[in-house]
């Protein structure tokens, strides 16, 4: 077989054990007053990678950003750069840099004035401090706007202005809090491939704070889940999405269906649950973490389950009965809101294939669910 | 009915205008009197104009006063400045609260007993240092700069809080140490701030009569004091001419103010008009 062009190569260093990490925080915590902000966080993030971290609004992620720049000082822990230990470093000789969620671009200097202005502070050559800031302005192709001042840019051009100013300096990690929640949507999603697009280029480490799970999705290497100031679950997009670990994540990325029950009975390939909120018994894949006996969420993504008026004979996937009591259109795809016997809701969703389907789902019809046991998440 | 509502809006308009501005205006007509008599008006005259320039006592204390008023405006903006940037900027440190209550003090403080606890000071440092030698223009400074101190820092310290401190963050996170992020950020940024202080205190000084009054000496005196006690004596047109001047000078400098902030408005509107225009 052919060996793959590099750029198709996905690289994968945190699953490489001779790989060491370019930025470990080890054991990070922040208290204002009784409150604890970031909870004894450990994180190893490795060059080049594009990391998000993501959670709801006060969860701590801002706080967490501005340790790692120097503005707020760690309660407690310490982390390193490259192997070098930060925290006794003010933050003007960090090689780190932060791109602010309000851009903070300063509004008395001009477009160039703002972007020269970190490498003034490093001392370098006239001549060298205009080549980077043409380079920057190139790379997020504001050249024509070099003399305008800030109030004179729309909020797009003010967004690439606060990222070329942090990036002409070549930090060794690039932190940048919110960088898209300011912009429209349609502006955010073609911005969004544009910053991959320059991280690519550069290389450079980027650390990226959201509160946006799509965004996170798409944009990151991996993302670090973060709910009241803890670390929940890291791993890859497709880590996050199909194997969550805990109630929180399955919660807080996309939407999930979960039947609490008891592992009632252990086989060969399989696992039987019994779950109240079904009324039958659901398999799920064998697992030698579980055992019989056992407390568990059995949990079901909404576009994994399959629904028909008509009655499936697949004996190895799990059916349910229901009836349908709510529907929603989206356009590419329809969510439908069953009700199960018991009373539990049951989400799904499934693709609009053809535009007018003569059998189309609708309310009060009692339909089928049903999906494979491979696809299945449990939560202990 | 609204019609009726803004009927008593303009007659209570006509009457608070009327109120503040008459007797502004009886003053400057009768700065053109020829009498003596300050309450008939007899005929046009620049005779009042001609008396004033030509009596050195008031041309010497506006000169003074002017010249403290300058001085202790600039003093103080500078001291305010900075206490205003120590008070918001600095990390909470014990004693802060207090720090600026002590700040703010001095503006409640009625200024007859902030003028007399001066004069205590002044003499008992001369008795013990020597300095000041006497009392006057240094002594009259020192207690204006005392102060307008407290007016800069209260507009500073507002100025401040109102401030995106990310921008002096951001400064740093570049690579700029305290010191250049002072000159290079905040003091741009606070430069309307620092003017307004600047001209307060200006003002503060220019006119102020109590403070002045415990501490100046025989050798100088301002302005203000030379008014008032020119009035004991009896009004006579010349201070009348002499407020005619002041309003004219102050008057001025408002209408090119306010033209130049005007201009600076719309040019400011039409640029973010203009951005948002190209974003579409
Ligand atoms: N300087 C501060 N003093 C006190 N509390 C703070 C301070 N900064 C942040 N917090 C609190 O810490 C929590 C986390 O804030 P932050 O990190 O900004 O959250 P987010 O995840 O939304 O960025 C919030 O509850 C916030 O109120
Ligand atoms: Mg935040």
Same mark, same amino acid.
């Given at each position: 077989?052919?060996?793959?062009?590099?750029?198709?190569?996905?690289?994968?260093?945190?699953?490489?054990?001779?790989?060491?990490?370019?930025?470990?925080?080890?054991?990070? #915590?922040?208290?204002?007053?009784?409150?604890?902000?970031?909870?004894?966080?450990?994180?190893?993030?490795?060059?080049?990678?594009?990391?998000?971290?993501?959670?709801? $609004?006060?969860?701590?992620?801002?706080?967490?950003?501005?340790?790692?720049?120097?503005?707020?000082?760690?309660?407690?822990?310490?982390?390193?750069?490259?192997?070098?230990?930060?925290?006794?470093?003010?933050?003007?000789?960090?090689?780190?840099?932060?791109?602010?969620?309000?851009?903070?671009?300063?509004? +008395?200097?001009?477009?160039?004035?703002?972007?020269?202005?970190?490498?003034?502070?490093?001392?370098?050559?006239?001549?060298?401090?205009?080549?980077?800031?043409?380079?920057?302005?190139?790379?997020?192709?504001?050249?024509?706007?070099?003399?305008?001042?800030?109030?004179?840019?729309?909020?797009?051009?003010?967004?690439?202005?606060?990222?070329?100013?942090?990036?002409?300096?070549?930090?060794?990690?690039?932190?940048?809090?919110?960088?898209?929640?300011?912009?429209?949507?349609?502006?955010? *999603?073609?911005?969004?491939? *544009?910053?991959?697009?320059?991280?690519?280029?550069?290389?450079? #480490?980027?650390?990226?704070?959201?509160?946006?799970?799509?965004?996170?999705?798409?944009? $990151?290497?991996?993302?670090?889940?973060?709910?009241?100031?803890?670390?929940?679950?890291?791993? &890859?997009?497709?880590?996050?999405?199909?194997?969550?670990?805990?109630?929180? &994540?399955?919660?807080?990325?996309?939407?999930?269906?979960?039947?609490?029950?008891?592992?009632?009975?252990?086989?060969?390939?399989? +696992?039987?649950?019994?779950?109240?909120? #079904?009324?039958?018994?659901?398999?799920?894949?064998?697992?030698?973490?579980? +055992?019989?006996?056992?407390?568990?969420?059995?949990?079901?993504?909404?576009?994994?389950?399959?629904?028909?008026?008509?009655?499936?004979?697949?004996?190895?996937?799990?059916?349910?009965?229901?009836?349908?009591?709510?529907?929603?259109?989206?356009?590419?795809?329809?969510?439908?809101?069953?009700?199960?016997?018991?009373?539990?809701?049951?989400?799904? $969703?499934?693709?609009?294939?053809?535009?007018?389907?003569?059998?189309?789902? #609708?309310?009060?019809?009692?339909?089928?669910?049903?999906?494979?046991?491979?696809? &299945?998440?449990?939560?202990? | 009915?609204?019609?009726? %509502?803004?009927?008593?809006?303009?007659?209570?308009?006509?009457?608070?205008?009327? @109120?503040?501005?008459?007797?502004?205006? /009886?003053?400057?007509?009768?700065?053109?009197?020829?009498?003596?008599?300050?309450?008939?008006?007899?005929? @046009?005259?620049?005779?009042?104009?001609?008396?004033?320039?030509?009596? !050195?006592?008031?041309?010497?204390?506006?000169?003074?006063?002017?010249?403290?008023?300058?001085?202790?405006?600039?003093?103080?903006?500078?001291?305010?400045?900075?206490?205003?940037?120590?008070?918001? %900027?600095?990390?909470?440190?014990?004693?802060?609260?207090?720090?600026?209550? /002590?700040?703010?003090?001095?503006?409640?403080?009625?200024?007859?007993?902030?003028?007399?606890?001066?004069?205590?000071?002044?003499?008992?440092?001369?008795?013990?240092?020597?300095?000041?030698?006497?009392?006057?223009?240094?002594?009259?400074?020192?207690?204006?700069?005392?102060?307008?101190?407290?007016?800069?820092?209260?507009?500073?310290?507002?100025?401040?809080?109102?401030?995106?401190?990310?921008?002096?963050?951001?400064?740093?996170?570049?690579?700029? %140490?305290?010191?250049?992020?002072?000159? !290079?950020?905040?003091?741009?940024?606070?430069?309307?701030? =620092?003017?307004?202080?600047?001209?307060?205190?200006?003002?503060?000084?220019?006119?102020?009569?109590?403070?002045?009054?415990?501490?100046?000496?025989?050798?100088?005196?301002? /302005?203000?004091?030379?008014?008032?006690?020119?009035?004991?004596?009896?009004?006579?047109? !010349?201070?009348?001419?002499?407020?005619? /001047?002041?309003?004219?000078?102050?008057?001025?400098?408002?209408?090119?103010?306010?033209?130049?902030?005007?201009?600076?408005?719309?040019?400011?509107?039409?640029?973010?008009? =203009?951005?948002?225009?190209?974003?579409?």
């Amino acid at each position: 077989m052919e060996p793959l062009e590099e750029k198709y190569i996905d690289p994968q260093p945190w699953l490489d054990k001779n790989e060491k990490p370019f930025l470990e925080i080890r054991s990070v #915590t922040k208290k204002f007053g009784d409150f604890t902000a970031v909870d004894k966080v450990n994180l190893e993030i490795y060059k080049g990678e594009l990391f998000c971290l993501l959670g709801g $609004s006060g969860c701590g992620k801002s706080t967490l950003l501005r340790i790692l720049a120097g503005f707020e000082t760690a309660t407690e822990g310490s982390f390193f750069i490259d192997g070098v230990d930060m925290t006794q470093i003010p933050p003007y000789e960090r090689p780190v840099n932060m791109m602010f969620q309000s851009y903070a671009i300063f509004p +008395h200097m001009s477009v160039e004035k703002n972007i020269a202005y970190g490498l003034k502070r490093d001392g370098l050559s006239k001549p060298e401090v205009k080549t980077r800031v043409e380079e920057g302005l190139k790379l997020v192709q504001l050249s024509q706007f070099a003399k305008r001042k800030p109030h004179q840019l729309s909020g797009g051009q003010q967004q690439r202005v606060a990222l070329a100013r942090a990036l002409v300096k070549h930090p060794k990690v690039l932190l940048l809090d919110e960088p898209l929640a300011a912009l429209d949507k349609k502006l955010r *999603e073609k911005t969004q491939f *544009e910053l991959m697009d320059i991280q690519y280029k550069l290389g450079i #480490t980027f650390i990226v704070v959201t509160h946006d799970q799509e965004e996170a999705m798409t944009l $990151s290497t991996r993302i670090a889940v973060m709910n009241q100031g803890k670390i929940k679950q890291i791993g &890859t997009p497709t880590d996050i999405y199909e194997y969550p670990q805990s109630r929180f &994540t399955a919660n807080f990325i996309g939407s999930i269906n979960i039947f609490e029950g008891i592992v009632k009975e252990s086989l060969s390939e399989s +696992h039987v649950v019994q779950s109240e909120e #079904t009324q039958c018994d659901l398999l799920i894949d064998r697992d030698s973490s579980i +055992h019989t006996g056992e407390k568990i969420g059995v949990a079901i993504r909404p576009e994994k389950i399959h629904l028909s008026r008509e009655e499936p004979d697949k004996q190895d996937f799990n059916t349910l009965r229901g009836k349908v009591l709510d529907f929603g259109y989206i356009g590419n795809l329809s969510v439908y809101n069953v009700k199960l016997p018991s009373g539990k809701m049951v989400k799904v $969703s499934s693709p609009n294939q053809n535009r007018y389907s003569k059998h189309r789902v #609708t309310w009060d019809d009692i339909v089928y669910l049903t999906w494979e046991p491979a696809n &299945t998440v449990v939560i202990l | 009915m609204n019609s009726k %509502r803004n009927y008593y809006i303009l007659t209570g308009m006509g009457f608070g205008f009327a @109120f503040l501005y008459i007797p502004i205006l /009886l003053l400057m007509v009768f700065s053109f009197n020829e009498a003596k008599v300050t309450t008939r008006w007899s005929s @046009f005259s620049l005779k009042w104009y001609q008396a004033l320039l030509e009596n !050195d006592a008031i041309i010497n204390a506006a000169l003074i006063s002017l010249k403290i008023a300058v001085i202790s405006a600039t003093i103080a903006t500078i001291v305010g400045v900075l206490a205003g940037i120590a008070l918001v %900027r600095f990390k909470k440190f014990k004693g802060k609260t207090l720090f600026s209550g /002590l700040m703010v003090a001095p503006m409640v403080m009625p200024e007859v007993i902030t003028g007399l606890s001066l004069l205590f000071l002044f003499v008992a440092m001369e008795e013990l240092i020597g300095w000041p030698d006497g009392r006057g223009m240094t002594t009259i400074t020192i207690a204006h700069i005392t102060f307008c101190i407290t007016f800069v820092a209260v507009i500073i310290q507002s100025r401040l809080q109102g401030m995106d401190e990310s921008l002096e963050e951001a400064a740093m996170d570049l690579g700029g %140490r305290p010191i250049r992020i002072l000159f !290079d950020i905040t003091l741009p940024l606070i430069t309307p701030a =620092m003017i307004s202080g600047w001209l307060l205190s200006f003002t503060l000084s220019l006119d102020d009569v109590i403070l002045a009054s415990f501490v100046s000496g025989p050798s100088s005196t301002t /302005l203000p004091l030379v008014i008032f006690s020119k009035i004991k004596l009896g009004i006579s047109p !010349d201070i009348n001419a002499l407020a005619t /001047l002041i309003i004219g000078i102050v008057a001025i400098g408002i209408v090119i103010a306010a033209w130049l902030m005007n201009k600076k408005e719309k040019a400011y509107q039409r640029d973010i008009q =203009m951005a948002v225009a190209q974003n579409e």
